[in-house]
């Protein structure tokens, strides 16, 4: 039977409390749809990201009813989940929450002793040895139990000063007891020197290099100075090198010893010129490595501007110097020199940006070595040429004096502007070209010094460098630069102040009658002179062909958009830096310091790997077997 209607007001009253009742019974728990930077925020939410505690640990502290006790007396509470930890009633959640809470503890109060504590409880996260499995590397907390594990380490280790990172033997207070830390110094011995002054370079903010590349892993990331070791002759490891390396503190049974009061370890340090990846737990695992941020520190605060004015202006100013060759490691076996030659008033340091590209690539890194070649630039090309000549013949000599090192005699030299000019005298044989340009006479019947003499003879009769076997010419003037015929060029090379064996061969020069000499009356003799166009220099080396045996490649800047044939680089002219016998021709839309354009390095990039497939064809032993593969520490303690 149909019930009658209620009354209007008994059914709003009806309606009412049943919106009340509902809305009482409705659930608490919610959804809202967010955007993809949200969702990341939300899943790297963690000490590291956001100076909080991630999700993970959220959760543990949760299911121990530690939350609040966390909060108030963290120190406490990290005790209390320990005790948990210890009696079997925690695993690898409850260890990783606490190397989160440990680290959010020393960053706010807690200091060294949590800061290592961190580093132990991550350290036994990812490697349980037996007792659990170890994480999943796409469990967001691999990742960040490796950073926790890295800066715990770092800070953990910090010197008293803060300013470096202590490498030794040591005891430390933890929170549940004492590290012991054991140390052998002989690891502290690099290529004949002593490695010094260990600072952690990944807090670095790195400015003046376009790329920052990091190695990825376990271990603290450190720049390392070194000590001044016994200097070859023609050949040096640059004096303020600052090199990679990467701390480890290996743990035995992890699991177990975070358990009791007392903690022992062993400090490893490996140099990343000779290893990449170590053994943990009978398994290879990448040395967190980085080689950019330590490649600025080294830069840090040089007087590059000094260096390279004063390296024109002042002939001599290198003479004091041990090694006008300078690498940034001592020399491996296996590995190609490349060999670096700036152009006029420059330096070393304007390969920096090439040289932290290249390096970055392990087909490179583990392939070629690198050398950088300094000379002061307002010098006579020929001259500078013979200390470049000669700093690569001694190198060779005092490295490797029995001949048994194939890949010495492999060298690349890759020269910037008049850099390339003295790359090209590295490897031509010019006869008596050069000396019939300048004299009329030959050497003997030349009223000279004997000292005099024997340095012309040496500067003017080139010889092609056994060792040189492929050659990179960027921006070269072959037939001279535009910019060095114009009056103010001529001013200021008119200011260059030569160095007193040079002063000493220039006025006896002048002393020579025209039937003796062609350079009679000439009032220059420095770079920016040889380098005008129609100089009997660039006229007379233009014309000398590249010796048989060696392969060359241009690298040519032109600017703007225009015809290549026509253009210029605002020094070099494209007519100018275009020789003929080169194996390849690039052309990079730059100006005339293109030496840090990204195409101009890819392009060196492809010549070094095809210089290594050819030349491994000529070797029985062609360095490293696999390109990539990881130098792995036989190390396993």
């Not at 340009?437 to 050497?443: D, E, G, L, T, V």
């Not at 009223?447 to 960027?474: G, H, M, N, W």
């Not at 006229?539 to 040519?556: C, D, E, F, N, Y």
């Not at 032109?558 to 016998?581: C, F, L, Q």
């Amino acid at each position: 039977m149909r019930r009658p209607p209620l009354p209007g007001s008994l059914a709003v009253a009806v309606l009412l409390a049943w919106t009340l009742l509902a809305g009482g019974c409705a659930t608490a728990v919610s959804v809202e749809r967010v955007d993809h930077a949200t969702v990341h925020q939300q899943l790297t939410h963690n000490v590291l990201s956001a100076h909080a505690l991630s999700d993970p640990t959220h959760n543990v502290l949760r299911r121990w009813s530690l939350t609040d006790r966390f909060l108030t007396q963290p120190e406490n509470a990290m005790a209390d989940l320990r005790a948990l930890v210890t009696q079997g009633h925690g695993g690898a959640d409850e260890v990783f929450a606490l190397a989160e809470m440990s680290f959010l503890h020393a960053e706010e109060r807690g200091g060294p002793p949590y800061y290592l504590a961190s580093a132990l409880y991550a350290y036994a996260f990812l490697f349980p040895g037996g007792v659990d499995q170890p994480p999943s590397p796409y469990d967001p907390r691999f990742r960040l139990a490796t950073d926790l594990y890295n800066r715990g380490l770092t800070s953990g280790l910090a010197t008293e000063d803060r300013t470096g990172i202590a490498i030794r033997e040591a005891r430390h207070p933890l929170p549940f007891g004492e590290l012991d830390v054991a140390f052998d110094s002989r690891e502290l011995v690099w290529g004949g020197r002593q490695l010094t002054g260990f600072f952690p370079v990944a807090e670095l903010q790195v400015h003046g290099l376009d790329n920052r590349y990091r190695q990825p892993g376990i271990g603290a990331p450190l720049a390392a100075g070194t000590t001044q070791g016994t200097l070859a002759k023609g050949f040096q490891v640059a004096p303020r090198v600052k090199t990679p390396v990467t701390a480890l503190l290996r743990i035995p049974d992890p699991r177990r010893q975070i358990t009791g009061g007392q903690v022992r370890a062993q400090l490893e340090l490996y140099p990343s010129s000779e290893t990449e990846a170590v053994l943990i737990d009978r398994q290879p695992v990448p040395l967190e490595v980085e080689h950019t941020a330590t490649l600025a520190y080294m830069l840090d605060g040089m007087p590059v501007w000094e260096f390279e004015f004063g390296g024109f202006l002042r002939g001599g100013l290198l003479d004091k110097m041990p090694s006008r060759l300078v690498a940034l490691e001592p020399y491996r076996s296996g590995r190609i020199p490349v060999v670096f030659v700036h152009g006029t008033a420059s330096s070393p340091v304007r390969w920096a940006e090439m040289l932290n590209d290249l390096r970055s690539d392990p087909r490179i890194r583990d392939r070629f070595q690198f050398w950088f070649f300094s000379y002061e630039t307002g010098n006579p090309v020929p001259y500078s040429a013979l200390l470049l000549r000669d700093a690569l013949q001694e190198a060779v000599s005092t490295l490797d004096p029995s001949g048994r090192e194939p890949a010495l005699r492999e060298m690349v030299v890759i020269g910037h502007s008049q850099g390339g000019l003295l790359t090209k005298m590295t490897a031509v044989d010019t006869g008596p070209r050069l000396w019939n340009a300048a004299f009329r006479k030959p050497p003997d019947q030349l009223q000279l010094d004997p000292e005099t003499r024997d340095l012309l003879t040496r500067a003017l009769f080139v010889q092609p460098v056994p060792s040189v076997k492929r050659l990179v010419f960027i921006a070269t003037p072959h037939g001279g630069s535009y910019v060095a015929g114009n009056r103010i060029s001529q001013f200021v090379a008119s200011l260059v102040r030569l160095p007193g064996r040079l002063l000493r061969v220039s006025s006896e020069i002048g002393k020579l009658d025209d039937a003796s000499t062609t350079l009679a009356g000439q009032t220059g003799f420095g770079s920016v002179h040889a380098m005008t166009p129609g100089s009997l220099l660039v006229q007379t080396l233009a014309r000398t062909p590249i010796a048989a045996g060696v392969k060359a490649h241009s690298i040519i800047a032109v600017r703007g958009d225009g015809p290549v044939e026509t253009g210029d680089d605002g020094v070099v002219e494209y007519k100018s830096a275009h020789i003929d016998g080169v194996e390849s021709e690039y052309i990079v839309r730059s100006g005339h310091s293109t030496q840090s354009d990204p195409r101009t390095i890819e392009e060196v990039r492809r010549i070094l790997l095809l210089h290594w497939d050819e030349s491994c064809t000529k070797r029985t032993a062609c360095g490293p077997p696999t390109a990539g593969a990881p130098r792995v520490a036989s190390r396993t303690r």
